[in-house]
């Protein structure tokens, strides 16, 4: 897959006209490899527009028949949501190139069983979105489903998690759920969509610049003639003006790289990244060694190993410290409460058992 892969259209096919300008604007947009229109959408409550189905498929092959090609000469290629063995049906008989499974479709198991099987022997391309919740199990077990039915060109889509807590935008991205795929899968290539993590016009370019830094694959944004108007997510589309910016922004300038130059720079720097790593774990080796004392001590005074007002007190000393050299708060908190965690389950290992 040439990097980066941009897929790029409306969140959700509305009219004829609506579709045809906004592909006419993609073609002509440098690095759009793809375009994407929804045409079943998946609502969270009843009673909105669910998309136009079958007419949707219908103009898109117009589209392509009419010869319409993607800025680097090839015919232009669409890709949508399926969430039913029929959609998959539907998309082959009018020559839809890639779908998609959504994020709640690939939370259920069955589901994508349901369209593997509809898939079997199709030729189509089939990209994955991440599920609802950060369950890296759940989105590896969608992606073998498809490749257990013969499916060969399969791609990870990664548009964030709902959580309780969001940090402010739509869907929580937690990089490191994206990151641990794409450890466990490095030969499935994956995309950000910052669209539907951001939920927020103005974060969309920031995203796309953290999806690159961070090597991702490609992106898939969602672009509209007037996103105010757009009948879904209008407030995260961007206007084809808006998204040609965005492309000038995210795709590196040929000129600018001279890999050996960095690399004089960076080898020094690395290695003390890489003695500081070995020193916080041995550092956590031996803090996790006090606590199995720590343990014996309170099992002897028979003490529970859980002290909230001591824990309380670590907390806030640690989080005064952290916030002295001027880091990220939450960060340390979120680190701190993982090494309490590990070290109660330490001391609870210590307690006698019922066969003692
Ligand atoms: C979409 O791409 O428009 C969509 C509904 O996606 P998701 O499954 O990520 O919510
Ligand atoms: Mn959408």
Redesign the pocket.
């Known amino acids: 897959m040439e990097k980066p892969y941009i897929i790029a259209g409306p ?2 096919v509305e009219s004829q006209q609506q579709l045809q300008e906004v592909c006419r604007e993609l073609c002509s947009t440098p690095h759009v490899r793809m375009i ?1 229109a ?1 045409v079943w ?2 609502r969270t409550r009843p009673g909105g527009f669910e998309g136009l189905g079958e007419p949707a498929l219908h103009w898109m092959k117009e589209i392509a028949d009419s010869g319409m090609r993607m800025s680097d000469g090839s015919p232009v290629r669409f890709c949508c ?1 399926v969430a039913r063995p029929e959609h998959v049906e539907l998309c082959l008989h009018y020559g839809i190139d890639t779908v ?7 939370a259920n198991p069955f589901m994508v069983g349901e369209i593997g099987d509809a898939l079997r022997g199709s030729g189509l391309k089939v990209m994955v ?2 599920p ?1 919740c950060p369950d890296v199990r759940l989105w590896i077990g969608a992606i073998e489903r498809l490749q257990q039915v013969g499916i060969e060109q399969i791609a990870a ?1 990664h ?2 998690f709902s959580m309780y807590n969001n940090h402010g935008y739509r ?1 929580d991205p937690l990089w490191e759920v994206a990151m641990q795929l794409r450890r466990l899968l490095p030969d499935t290539p994956v995309l950000c ?1 910052p ?2 993590i951001g939920g927020r016009r103005d974060v969309i370019a920031p995203l796309s610049v953290a999806a690159m830094q961070l090597d991702y694959d490609g992106l ?1 944004v ?1 672009v509209h003639p007037s996103p105010d108007e757009a009948w ?2 209008g407030g995260q589309q961007l206007t084809p003006a808006e998204f040609k910016q965005l492309i000038s922004k995210i795709i590196p300038d040929p000129q600018n790289s001279t890999p050996h130059q960095s690399n004089t720079l960076l080898e020094p720097m690395r290695r003390q990244i890489d003695d500081i790593d070995h020193e916080v774990i041995r550092l956590l080796w031996q803090r996790m060694e006090l606590s199995r004392h720590i343990a014996e001590v309170k099992r002897d005074f028979r003490m529970p190993v859980y002290q909230p007002q001591r824990w309380e007190a670590v907390l806030a000393d640690r989080l005064n410290k952290a916030a002295d050299l001027g880091m990220d708060t939450e960060f340390v908190k979120d680190i701190l409460e993982r090494i309490h965690g590990e070290s109660m389950r330490v001391q609870m290992e210590q307690l006698p058992n019922d066969k003692e």
């Open positions: 969140c959700s994407r929804g959408k998946p949501e998609w499974l959504g994020a709640r479709t690939t979105k991440n609802v889509v548009r964030g869907n969509d669209s539907h898939m969602e879904t997510d």
